[in-house]
């Protein structure tokens, strides 16, 4: 912390003695480089090569190693995406001691003041792709009693995760959830700037370009993404909005906030600021959008939709587009939420697990911790037990009709209700599940199964649990239990497994840190 007394400084004072007293300087050095912050969520050398040059510390260069030494003094100011000005100075002055000091000879000197300092290679494929399953390993490590501290232990953690399903469970959904927000209409920018906040968004514009992209080869593909300064406002200090810039690869499918640096209503373009480059949204990608007044018709001229200088949230569709500019599709945040678990029937083992939109949005998993009412998908367990009792076939003749049903326990009278509140008198189960009849499952619960039988089926398949208890009455036949959709997805599995049920699994293995097994 910043926190600077009389009394911190003591106690460090002691600190610092006793870690000498029992660990060597090779020790010390050791457990410092690995723990360290080296900014953009990086601890430690090992995960600051990857994110930084995209490889491991064992193969970085000797100017990329005299970089990565030069950033901890101020991970957020002194940092390669952020300033690559300061960071040449800091590397030079890094490379001069270690020449002054007889540990570089003139011409290794000389070699890695040529290199380039930002990576050449784009980052690893998978790097941070599934936050809200590492959240969930890390939740779940918490309760293995011989893992004391995942975040300092140096563990090594085998997850089931399938990196191309879990890109594809991400992509998946987000999709799904834009698409739905584009159907309700258009919202506007994600950020309209007034004229003194618009005025302050072009000096940052013109100010921080020249520091940020200096020198930034040709080839490279860095751009901005302003999501971070959109979200907290411009009302602050400049330090705080460049702080709040962050710095991406240009990749397929990036989704990112930037300025719209002009709109070119006659050929129905809008071009965007990415910092080093232009970018375009074409016709093709805003025309989604929907006049107001007329709800069926698209929008042909880009300026009634954005203005320049608007913050506006995209989605790269094509690295080289629209006169070769990247080109993009207008997006907007979507309000809604929503989760995906996909899982290995045999093995129960969890191949993709996306908790919502955004984990930098909200953390709160929504496929482990939200409790939802699985309405007419829990149907399918309950004509599943009646026909695994033999109560049933599929051709049992059921009445489909209004009744009124009084709760043994309390008296109340309930009388259910088809959707459209249609019956259709005498028919068989099989029309009743495949059309998911309300008052069919009710009698089905009623008169061949019983709740007792249910509520026990429901726990040997994972749904009926302590944390998830079904309420004792007819209504459950409805799906009107609390379940999340790791349980519900987990339960149906057991359908093409043969009808075994067994509990999923996030984890294949860990090691301790000394290489020792603590779980398989």
């Not at 159907?183 to 004229?195: E, S």
């Not at 990415?274 to 018709?297: D, H």
């Not at 203005?307 to 006169?323: A, F, P, T, W």
């Not at 945040?333 to 908790?355: D, F, I, M, T, Y």
Request: proline share 5%.
């Amino acid at each position: 912390s910043p926190e600077r007394t009389y009394t911190r400084k003591i106690k460090e004072m002691l600190l610092a003695k006793k870690i000498e007293e029992n660990f060597s300087k090779e020790e010390i050095l050791f457990l410092y480089l690995n723990q360290i912050y080296f900014g953009k969520g990086a601890y430690g050398v090992e995960e600051a090569a990857q994110t930084y040059y995209g490889k491991p510390i064992s193969k970085i260069s000797l100017g990329q190693a005299a970089v990565l030494a030069s950033i901890p003094k101020s991970p957020s100011k002194i940092n390669p995406d952020v300033n690559p000005k300061r960071v040449k100075e800091r590397r030079t002055y890094v490379l001069e001691q270690m020449r002054h000091h007889g540990l570089i000879s003139k011409k290794e000197f000389e070699q890695a003041q040529q290199e380039s300092i930002r990576r050449k290679q784009p980052p690893h494929t998978y790097l941070r792709s599934a936050p809200y399953f590492s959240e969930e390993v890390r939740r779940q490590l918490k309760n293995i009693k011989s893992v004391e501290s995942v975040t300092e232990g140096g563990y090594q953690i085998f997850s089931t995760v399938d990196a191309d399903y879990q890109k594809a469970a991400i992509e998946s959904l987000r999709n799904g959830l834009e698409q739905l927000s584009q159907r309700r209409g258009w919202r506007g920018p994600f950020l309209r700037p007034d004229a003194l906040q618009k005025k302050k968004l072009y000096q940052i514009i013109e100010n921080d370009k020249n520091i940020r992209f200096e020198g930034l080869e040709k080839e490279s593909k860095l751009i901005w993404n302003w999501a971070r300064v959109a979200k907290n406002g411009l009302n602050r200090n400049d330090t705080d909005i460049r702080q709040n810039l962050e710095n991406i690869q240009l990749e397929k499918n990036a989704r990112i906030v930037v300025p719209v640096h002009d709109v070119d209503a006659q050929n129905r373009v809008i071009f965007l600021d990415l910092g080093s480059q232009l970018g375009v949204v074409t016709y093709a990608g805003f025309k989604w959008v929907r006049s107001k007044v007329r709800r069926n018709k698209s929008i042909d001229d880009p300026s009634q939709i954005v203005n320049k200088g608007d913050l506006v949230y995209v989605k790269l569709s094509k690295i080289n587009g629209y006169r070769n500019f990247p080109e993009f599709h207008l997006l907007q945040r979507p309000q809604a939420q929503g989760a995906l678990v996909a899982l290995s029937p045999q093995s129960r083992e969890v191949l993709a697990l996306v908790g919502g939109y955004d984990y930098g949005e909200s953390k709160f998993n929504r496929a482990t911790q939200a409790k939802r009412q699985p309405g007419s998908a829990l149907k399918p367990f309950l004509y599943a037990l009646a026909l695994a009792q033999q109560k049933v076939t599929a051709a049992t003749i059921i009445t489909d009709a209004p009744k009124v049903y009084v709760d043994p326990d309390t008296g109340e009278r309930w009388q259910p209700n088809n959707s459209g509140d249609n019956f259709r008198g005498d028919i068989s189960l099989r029309r009743c599940l495949r059309h998911s009849i309300n008052t069919c499952s009710i009698e089905l619960l009623d008169n061949y199964v019983s709740i007792k039988d249910f509520l026990e089926f429901s726990a040997l398949v994972g749904l009926n649990t302590i944390e998830t208890p079904f309420p004792r009455n007819l209504s459950i036949a409805l799906g009107t239990p609390e379940l999340t959709l790791a349980q519900l997805v987990n339960a149906f599995a057991s359908f093409p497994a043969k009808g075994v049920y067994q509990p999923l699994t996030l984890l294949n293995e860990v090691k301790s840190p000394a290489g020792q097994q603590l779980y398989a």
